[in-house]
């Protein structure tokens, strides 16, 4: 388990987005960098389109348990 004590204020949780959607207006979104969340999640063992935190400026502190 991970435990986010302290967050960047650009610190966000994405997924791979939401593509093929745009005709009922809605925007892909999803991570800004899909191949490094897909490696991410293969490297820790879970399934390559499972959300991740996208941490960008700033310094934060994490715990894992």
Known sequence: MITV???PPF???QDLGRSGH???AVPPAG???R???QVGNLLVGNET???AVEW???AGEIRFD
């Open 5 to 7: 004590i302290k967050a």
């Open 56 to 58: 960008a400026i700033g």
């Open 11 to 13: 610190a966000t949780v």
């Open 22 to 24: 745009r005709s009922v």
């Open 31 to 33: 991570a800004l960098d």
């Open 35 to 37: 191949r490094a969340i």
């Open 49 to 51: 389109g499972a959300a």
